[in-house]
């Protein structure tokens, strides 16, 4: 049996650590196979494996010092150290605790939650265009919206313009009810609603009024300049080589653009090439353009939605492998 000791300054930071009815650390003491308890000011990891003592320490003080940072450790913020120290990769744990990037409505502050997310942020506060790829869950969309209404707030925008591409994923436009502003608003909602919770519903429908925010679908985008606007481009996955084409070259003075998408879940037709997966190609070493690729590490939702994401990269993997073996043995 291996013990280790952890000296406890500050109960305020020590509050925020163990987490309600001391759930955080018993996430710890799951996940990695140790026993945690607090007696006097100090906190007693012991276990087994030395090994696992010595992570088990390094986690609650990478936790330690995100609380000193100002954070609210929660379920996330555990999971997301325990998988830094596994990797070995602790020391940049000081990245995170960085400036907020915006404030929503009710007061909430939004900052990268992981590295990926950080240099997403920055990716984009630094270019002109910035492609954010990857799964469900990692901020893509969310992350850019807040960008957005900072550079709103701050004068450093006119207008934001969301828009996606009405892409049918199974079902039809024409049998939803209404006229075509009630069609494609459905796709329209996750925007909407990130919006929503950054300005509040009436500051959103004034600034709709006034012509500052547009929220539309892709095909209401040709033929126009967007000068002194932040424009968001989402689910770009589901746009033709055509779309996209139209769509960057909307671009006026002033102006910054964010595509987002995964690559992953594309609804085209199979003959169709997706117009992101080009771009990604074509772009890759255009200056004042960066690609940002986000993983399951990044995913910020429930964590069964990492571990779904990862079962399908596992279960393409060994398809691909099958269908490779096909080939050779042709």
Same mark, same amino acid.
């Given at each position: ?15 925020? *650590? ?14 990695? !196979? ?5 007696? #006097?000011?100090?906190?007693? *990891? ?17 936790? %330690? ?6 954070? $609210? ?11 830094? +120290? ?13 400036? *907020? ?12 939650? =992981? ?5 997403? &942020? ?40 969301? $828009? ?9 436009? !024409? ?9 494609? @608003?459905?796709?329209?909602?996750? /925007? ?15 600034? +709709? ?5 547009? +929220?539309?679908?892709?095909?209401? %985008?040709?033929?126009?300049?967007? @000068?002194?606007?932040?424009?968001? /481009?989402?689910?770009?996955?589901? $746009? ?8 960057? =070259?909307? %671009? ?7 595509? =987002? ?9 199979? #003959?169709?090439?997706?117009? /992101?997966?080009?771009?990604?190609? &074509?772009?890759? #070493? *255009?200056? @004042? ?25 596992? @279960? ?7 269908? !490779? ?6």
């Amino acid at each position: 049996m291996t013990e280790q000791s952890i000296s406890l300054e500050r109960m305020e930071e020590t509050i925020n *650590v163990f987490g309600s009815f001391d759930e955080n650390i018993r996430l710890v003491e799951q996940e990695l !196979g140790v026993d945690i308890i607090s007696r #006097d000011s100090a906190l007693k *990891v012991s276990g087994e494996d030395p090994e696992r003592v010595q992570y088990a320490v390094r986690v609650i003080q990478g936790l %330690m010092e995100l609380a000193a940072r100002g954070e $609210t450790i929660q379920e996330q913020n555990v999971r997301y150290v325990i998988q830094l +120290v596994l990797a070995g990769e602790e020391s940049q744990l000081h990245r995170l605790a960085g400036d *907020v990037l915006c404030v929503t409505a009710k007061g909430k502050p939004i900052k990268p939650k =992981t590295l990926g997310q950080k240099k997403y &942020v920055e990716a984009i506060n630094k270019n002109t265009i910035t492609l954010g790829i990857g799964p469900a869950g990692t901020g893509k969309t969310y992350l850019a919206v807040a960008a957005a209404v900072s550079a709103f707030r701050a004068k450093e925008v006119n207008r934001i313009i969301l $828009t996606r591409p009405a892409v049918e994923a199974g079902e039809r436009l !024409g049998f939803l009810p209404g006229d075509l502003q009630s069609k494609v @608003d459905p796709y329209l909602r996750p /925007l909407y609603d990130a919006l929503f919770e950054m300005l509040g519903p009436e500051t959103y429908q004034k600034y +709709v009024e006034r012509g500052n925010i547009e +929220v539309a679908p892709l095909a209401y %985008m040709r033929g126009r300049t967007l @000068d002194d606007s932040f424009i968001i /481009l989402d689910e770009a996955q589901n $746009t033709s080589r055509e779309q996209m084409k139209m769509f960057l =070259t909307r %671009m006026g003075f002033g102006s910054k653009i964010v595509i =987002t998408g995964d690559v992953t879940q594309i609804d085209l037709p199979r #003959d169709t090439v997706s117009g /992101l997966k080009e771009a990604m190609r &074509v772009l890759k #070493d *255009v200056e @004042d353009i960066a690609i940002c690729r986000l993983n399951e590490a990044d995913v910020v939702r429930h964590v069964i939605v990492q571990r779904i994401i990862k079962a399908y990269e596992e @279960d393409e993997q060994k398809r691909n492998k099958k269908e !490779g073996k096909r080939e050779w043995n042709k």
